[in-house]
């Protein structure tokens, strides 16, 4: 009982049902020896688990807006609940891969680090890198936790806000109590800090920690925790070694580079697969009429990575997220070179450099438009400069998997925070007809424990 009970938190559906013993066989099978050092190396390429991360954030944000009645009657119920931000998204038997995917890929994490400092066969130099990668995965997993389950960090109230359990070893009888998210934050920065001087600056694939990625996840949590000075030194740090951007203007006539050869990841991340395929996570994301008046029809943004829901379903209105149709593949979450020139740019401007800010800023956009469409930012009475960043934040980020964080982190800030409202056309037991809101700081922000790990493992309370 216990270690299915630690299984359900821990591992995937598949070793869940199969046990320990299954687990073991896959670093074993063929000629591998056990206890080898190379078997780790199989297991951290593992992007089956390791490269995937949440999906629903996307649906949930202010970018998507499913007002048209065909496209509500075709969600299945959990994205109905989702999407209306019901104090369930699950029933009792419903599994949330929100949940599952990032502590899949701990559990192969912490594999990792329990078990390769004794492992043979290996230098130790290759063995230093294996567990920097292994803490690079697992900060990333626990940062997607984090900020999906858990309040917005706040110096305030971290040290007593629920974040999630946290796990650091595959002990069975591991405690699975939800730490305060000020030591789950504490957690991700002492693994990437760990990692850093142990990855190579460069790697084959995206899919491999680098340092670089290292950096550009450290840029990102502290900006999620609003300290923006180690914030724009680690962006500055992953912009160092990577900094290529692509010239949009060059994909109006040849063919998108796929996600492995896309030279602005620095690490790929993929939407788990809550949603069944490509084509119908594209037919869910219909982009809210607020984001497309922002986005604006001359930015290659709108003409590349959106187009007509009538391309995919001819009853379906609006325009939605097309960049998966476009690559034929999942969109990347994971950090980019776009993602650190961003966070550079909103940190000058909250530290009161406006003009380096939109120098920033005016580096990216220059790759986003067709020259005679193109026009430098510049800040006028009505916009400060931090304004004009979030602004461009959101059109180079949408459906990537940021805007929820940031719709949580940014309504701390009075000036900042926005309520939001969706109304919902179809009458079910699921999900009644009528209009939703979402109030800054409301509870609905923290998405529901999922059921099935809640009733095997009690000591999970529920959010509010």
């Known amino acids: 009982m216990q270690l299915l009970r630690s299984l359900a938190l821990l591992a995937p559906a598949a070793l869940l049902l199969a046990g320990c013993k299954d687990y073991v066989d896959i670093k074993t099978q063929g000629t591998l020896i056990p206890s080898e050092t190379v078997n780790y190396r199989y297991l951290l390429n593992n992007t089956g688990v390791l490269e995937r991360t949440v999906s629903l954030p996307d649906l949930t ?9 065909a496209q509500q009657r075709a969600l299945p119920n959990f994205l109905a609940r989702a999407y209306t931000w019901q104090p369930a998204f699950y029933d009792g038997t ?13 559990f192969y994490a912490n594999t990792v ?24 995965h697992r900060a990333a997993a626990y940062l997607a936790l984090v900020n999906c389950y858990a309040k917005a960090y706040s110096s305030a109230s971290a040290a007593t806000d629920l974040g999630v ?12 109590t939800r730490q305060p998210v000020q030591a789950v934050y504490g957690q991700i920065i002492q693994d990437l800090q760990a990692a850093v001087p142990n990855l190579p600056t460069t790697t084959p694939y995206n899919t491999q920690p680098s340092r670089a990625a290292a950096y550009a ?3 990102r949590t502290y900006l999620l925790m609003g300290d923006y000075g180690q914030a724009r030194q680690n962006a500055e740090s992953a912009l160092a070694i990577k900094s290529t951007l692509l010239d949009l203007n060059s994909y109006l006539t040849t063919t998108y580079p796929r996600r492995v050869n896309d030279p602005e990841i620095i690490l790929s991340k993929v939407a788990n697969a809550q949603f069944a395929s490509v084509s119908s996570i594209s037919t869910v994301l219909r982009l809210s009429p607020d984001l497309l008046s922002l986005l604006g029809t001359a930015d290659l943004r709108y003409t590349l990575f959106t187009r007509p829901a009538s391309s995919v379903a001819a009853t379906y209105t609006g325009r939605i997220f097309a960049k998966e149709l476009l690559t034929s593949e999942p969109r990347n979450l994971g950090p980019s070179v776009p993602e650190m020139l961003l966070i550079r740019a909103e940190c000058q401007a909250r530290q009161g450099d406006g003009p380096g800010a939109l120098t920033t800023l005016n580096t990216l956009r ?4 067709r020259p ?25 980020l949408f459906c990537r998997g940021f805007r929820w964080f940031d719709q949580k982190r940014l309504n701390q800030d009075p000036a900042l925070a926005q309520s939001e409202a969706r109304v919902w056309q179809v009458t079910t037991s699921v999900v009644p007809a009528g209009t939703y809101t979402l109030a800054p700081g409301a509870d609905r922000y923290l998405f529901p424990i999922p059921p099935i790990p809640q009733r095997l493992n009690p000591e999970i309370v529920s959010n509010p």
């Open 372 to 396: 005679a469409d193109y026009v430098a930012l510049t800040t006028t009475n009505a916009r400060t400069p931090l304004q004009v960043v979030l602004d461009e934040r959101r059109r180079e």
């Open 61 to 69: 944000s202010d970018d998507v807006e499913i007002s048209d009645l």
């Open 94 to 106: 419903e599994t949330d891969q929100d949940w599952n995917t990032p502590y899949a890929a701990i």
């Open 113 to 136: 680090l329990g078990e390769v400092p004794a492992s043979t066969g290996g230098t130790e130099a290759d063995k230093q890198q294996l567990l920097a990668e292994a803490r690079v």
């Open 366 to 369: 220059a790759k986003r438009f």
């Open 217 to 219: 996840l450290l840029a």
């Open 165 to 176: 359990p946290l796990v650091l070893t595959t002990e069975v009888n591991a405690d699975l």
